[in-house]
């Protein structure tokens, strides 16, 4: 099942870079688009460093039981 | 002309609602936003009025560009609203909502310091009811900590409105100078703006108001505080780090969110932040960036909540461990709330793509490219939270075989007519651009723009894909800022409630006893000396014990038989006898 979705997200890709050197051939506004295929890759790569990011920080720091504020009721 | 502030129609309509009956009450509050939107299109631009106060002039309507784009939202919100909540009965909850909306449009259309805090502090208070009205444990208390948040960031607001009038002798609102009160109003519009570390109120509360409450609440408080920070500190660069920080925040924490209504909450940090750093911006472009961005965000955040509303509604349950396999109960649910999504994604055709654009763009102008990247950075994810993540949980998933109550035809109609001006804006982006407070030019449907956009969005849906297996929820709780005041909160409680009471009890139990002493004392002084004498050696001997009961004073103890007496009075009498009887010889 992953590989159909594979292949077709690597065609996709490739038809990124391809319009993108075709729209920004010598006539780039920034340096991110002299890069064909820049926001597909900001997009993934980001998608990833977010999820791990926060997770990090979830599992290490952040996250607690759901009753973490309830816990000393029985004492109020 | 007529020249009444909307506010007061929300106002003086909140008042009458509560003197209807019951099955009147649901259609009359339709009519309040009605007439209200009717009055501002018939008011003319710089209409203003002004109230004699004291020796002061209180500039309680003031119209402007600006205003109006907000006053426009605000009222269209609160009746798209109304139609969602159609099937309330609670008056309590009507009420509030129109009080909340017209302490809104009261800030909005203030041109004083003054009676922009009178309509900040109704706003507060109104608002609450929406989070109490839910009536559980959790919301009472979430409900009271936003209520102090609040009333805590309205005194900074006060103190600073005060200050700032005793060093300029000006109450007129406008954009700000600098100095210490100016930073104190700031921070006042910060909390409400939702601003970390001044955020953590929100996702507390709003996931734990009512269902139609939530979407009141997120429709308020944050775009009015977008609006005066828009009015009074536009281009503050301070404001541009600030935004991009919320922007990121909001996602990083959306990350880890179990509760679909706070993952949404978190968002709304996320996309405040485009709006605070607009602001920062500063410029023609920046203002109507965020002001579009408000406009459109206001729309989408509230149908968002509406179909996560209808979820928690018809199901009761707003965890993503809880929930799955619903798109075959409540497919127009699904696909209405997906509108939803792919607006505030910035999904072309749909409303984001055009306001949050227009942001970005503004920070190009400027060459922020980092601002600009980093505000693409929230976009990624909030594409994979509220688009993506969100609904394959709640929808598809793993089917938990839940068995929806039917939704309420409102419900359906509120969301229909939101979903149907998401795209309308979208599609048609001059229906926003022509209440901006300035000209615009700006055109975001050109082919880069729309590849880069699209590039994005399919290569964070591929992410999605890959780590699908890791981002189900989690039955966690995350700390937030909150915990400043929620842990300690505690401690406050022992120190000023749990220890007094203590250091009352014990000084209660001494009292007692000394009283208990003393009676014993002076009920058997010398029995009771003796027994602590006794008890003192027996410690001193044998270690300790219980010290012995002193016997009640027993009056006859030491007292002389009357045996003894009758002894004596015979011995006497023998004596006498005797004597006597010597006496004679």
Same mark, same amino acid.
């Given at each position: 099942? @992953?590989?159909?979705?594979?292949?077709?997200?690597?065609?996709? =890709?490739?038809?990124?870079?391809?319009?993108?050197?075709?729209? =920004?051939?010598? @006539?780039?506004?920034?340096?991110?688009?002299?890069?064909?295929?820049? =926001?597909?890759?900001?997009?993934?790569?980001?998608?990833?460093?977010?999820?791990?990011?926060?997770?990090?920080?979830?599992?290490?720091?952040?996250?607690? @039981?759901?009753?973490?504020?309830?816990?000393?009721?029985?004492?109020? | 002309?007529?020249?009444?502030?909307?506010?007061?129609?929300?106002?003086?309509?909140?008042?009458?609602?509560?003197?209807?009956?019951?099955?009147?009450?649901?259609?009359?509050?339709?009519?309040?936003?009605?007439?209200?939107?009717?009055?501002?299109?018939?008011?003319?631009?710089?209409?203003?009025?002004?109230?004699?106060?004291?020796?002061?002039?209180?500039?309680?309507?003031?119209?402007?560009?600006?205003?109006?784009?907000?006053?426009?939202?605000?009222?269209?919100?609160?009746? %798209?609203?109304?139609?969602?909540?159609?099937?309330?009965?609670?008056?309590?909850?009507?009420?509030?909502?129109?009080?909340?909306?017209?302490? &809104?449009?009261?800030?909005?259309?203030?041109?004083?310091?003054?009676?922009?805090?009178?309509?900040?502090?109704?706003?507060?208070?109104?608002?609450?009811?929406?989070?109490?009205?839910?009536?559980?444990?959790?919301?009472?208390?979430?409900?009271?900590?936003?209520?102090?948040?609040?009333?805590?960031?309205?005194?900074?607001?006060? !103190?600073?409105?005060?200050?700032?009038?005793?060093?300029?002798?000006?109450?007129?609102?406008?954009?700000?100078?600098?100095?210490?009160?100016?930073?104190?109003?700031?921070?006042?519009?910060?909390?409400?703006? +939702?601003?970390?570390?001044?955020?953590?109120?929100?996702?507390?509360?709003?996931?734990?108001?009512?269902?139609?409450?939530?979407?009141?609440?997120?429709?308020?408080?944050?775009?009015?505080?977008?609006?005066?920070?828009?009015?009074?500190?536009?281009?503050?660069?301070?404001?541009?780090?600030?935004?991009?920080?919320?922007?990121?925040?909001?996602?990083?924490?959306?990350?880890?969110?179990?509760?679909?209504?706070?993952?949404?909450?978190?968002?709304?940090?996320?996309?405040?932040?485009?709006?605070?750093?607009?602001?920062?911006?500063?410029?023609?472009?920046?203002?109507?960036?965020?002001?579009?961005?408000?406009?459109?965000?206001?729309?989408?955040?509230?149908?968002?909540?509406?179909?996560?509303?209808?979820?928690?509604?018809?199901?009761?349950?707003?965890?993503?461990?809880?929930?799955?396999?619903?798109?075959?109960?409540?497919?127009?649910?699904?696909?209405?709330?997906?509108?939803?999504?792919? &607006?505030?994604?910035?999904?072309?055709?749909?409303?984001?793509?055009?306001?949050?654009?227009?942001?970005?763009?503004?920070?190009?102008?400027?060459?922020?490219?980092?601002?600009?990247?980093?505000?693409?950075?929230?976009?990624?994810?909030?594409?994979?939270?509220?688009?993506?993540?969100?609904?394959?949980?709640?929808?598809?998933?793993?089917?938990?075989?839940?068995?929806?109550?039917?939704?309420?035809?409102?419900?359906?109609?509120?969301?229909?007519?939101?979903?149907?001006?998401?795209?309308?804006?979208?599609?048609?982006?001059?229906?926003?651009?022509?209440?901006?407070?300035?000209?615009?030019?700006?055109?975001?449907?050109?082919?880069?723009?729309?590849?880069?956009?699209?590039?994005?969005?399919?290569?964070?849906?591929?992410?999605?894909?890959?780590?699908?297996?890791? %981002?189900?929820?989690?039955?966690?709780?995350?700390?937030?800022?909150?915990?400043?005041?929620?842990?300690?909160?505690?401690?406050?409680?022992?120190?000023?409630?749990?220890?007094?009471?203590?250091?009352?009890? !014990?000084?209660?139990?001494?009292?007692?006893?000394?009283?208990? !002493?003393?009676?014993?004392?002076?009920?058997?002084?010398?029995?009771?000396?003796?027994?602590?004498?006794?008890?003192?050696?027996?410690?001193?001997?044998?270690?300790?014990?219980?010290?012995?009961?002193?016997?009640?004073?027993?009056?006859?103890?030491?007292?002389?038989?009357? +045996?003894?007496?009758?002894?004596?009075?015979?011995?006497?009498?023998?004596?006498?006898?005797?004597?006597?009887?010597? +006496?004679?010889?």
């Amino acid at each position: 099942m @992953k590989r159909p979705w594979l292949i077709i997200f690597a065609v996709v =890709f490739i038809l990124f870079i391809g319009s993108d050197l075709l729209l =920004f051939m010598g @006539k780039a506004d920034s340096w991110w688009q002299q890069v064909p295929g820049f =926001f597909a890759l900001f997009g993934l790569v980001f998608c990833l460093v977010i999820v791990i990011v926060s997770k990090l920080l979830g599992h290490f720091w952040l996250q607690r @039981k759901e009753d973490y504020y309830d816990r000393n009721d029985s004492d109020d | 002309m007529i020249n009444l502030s909307p506010a007061f129609v929300f106002i003086i309509g909140a008042v009458v609602l509560l003197l209807l009956p019951g099955k009147a009450r649901a259609a009359a509050f339709l009519a309040i936003p009605v007439l209200a939107f009717l009055l501002l299109l018939r008011t003319e631009l710089g209409a203003s009025l002004s109230v004699p106060f004291l020796e002061y002039e209180l500039v309680i309507y003031r119209v402007d560009h600006l205003s109006l784009a907000f006053g426009y939202i605000f009222i269209i919100m609160t009746f %798209l609203g109304g139609i969602y909540g159609l099937h309330l009965k609670d008056s309590g909850q009507q009420v509030a909502s129109l009080f909340y909306a017209g302490g &809104s449009l009261g800030v909005v259309f203030a041109g004083d310091l003054v009676t922009l805090f009178v309509f900040w502090e109704l706003m507060a208070v109104s608002s609450v009811w929406l989070i109490l009205a839910r009536r559980t444990l959790q919301s009472a208390r979430a409900g009271m900590r936003y209520l102090f948040v609040h009333l805590f960031g309205g005194s900074v607001l006060l !103190a600073g409105v005060l200050w700032h009038f005793t060093e300029t002798g000006s109450i007129a609102f406008n954009l700000m100078g600098g100095g210490i009160p100016a930073y104190l109003i700031l921070f006042g519009f910060a909390l409400n703006a +939702a601003i970390p570390p001044l955020h953590a109120w929100l996702p507390d509360a709003y996931p734990e108001a009512t269902v139609t409450g939530s979407v009141f609440l997120s429709a308020f408080t944050t775009k009015t505080a977008v609006y005066v920070l828009a009015r009074g500190f536009a281009g503050w660069d301070i404001l541009i780090w600030a935004g991009v920080v919320m922007a990121i925040y909001g996602v990083i924490f959306a990350v880890l969110e179990n509760d679909i209504r706070r993952l949404l909450a978190y968002h709304i940090v996320s996309q405040v932040g485009y709006m605070v750093a607009a602001v920062g911006l500063g410029g023609e472009m920046a203002i109507n960036g965020a002001t579009a961005h408000a406009f459109a965000h206001i729309l989408y955040k509230g149908l968002l909540f509406m179909g996560a509303g209808a979820v928690l509604y018809t199901t009761g349950r707003s965890k993503l461990t809880e929930l799955g396999g619903l798109a075959r109960a409540m497919p127009l649910v699904f696909g209405l709330y997906m509108i939803g999504a792919f &607006s505030i994604s910035g999904v072309p055709l749909f409303s984001g793509f055009v306001s949050k654009s227009i942001v970005v763009y503004a920070a190009e102008l400027r060459h922020m490219e980092l601002v600009v990247q980093l505000l693409n950075v929230a976009s990624v994810g909030t594409f994979l939270h509220t688009g993506l993540k969100l609904p394959y949980f709640t929808w598809f998933g793993p089917d938990r075989l839940l068995k929806p109550a039917p939704t309420p035809p409102g419900m359906y109609a509120g969301m229909a007519l939101t979903a149907g001006l998401c795209v309308a804006i979208g599609v048609y982006p001059r229906l926003l651009y022509n209440i901006l407070p300035f000209p615009i030019s700006y055109e975001p449907y050109t082919i880069p723009h729309l590849t880069s956009a699209i590039q994005l969005l399919a290569f964070t849906g591929l992410g999605f894909w890959l780590l699908i297996k890791k %981002l189900g929820g989690e039955a966690t709780i995350t700390l937030d800022t909150d915990w400043f005041y929620r842990k300690p909160s505690r401690l406050a409680y022992k120190v000023c409630i749990v220890s007094s009471s203590q250091l009352f009890a !014990a000084v209660e139990t001494f009292c007692i006893r000394l009283v208990q !002493a003393s009676t014993r004392l002076s009920d058997n002084p010398t029995g009771y000396l003796l027994t602590i004498a006794r008890s003192m050696g027996h410690r001193f001997f044998d270690g300790k014990q219980p010290r012995p009961e002193p016997a009640h004073f027993d009056p006859n103890r030491y007292r002389s038989s009357l +045996a003894v007496l009758i002894l004596i009075v015979l011995l006497c009498s023998v004596i006498m006898i005797a004597w006597n009887l010597l +006496a004679l010889t």
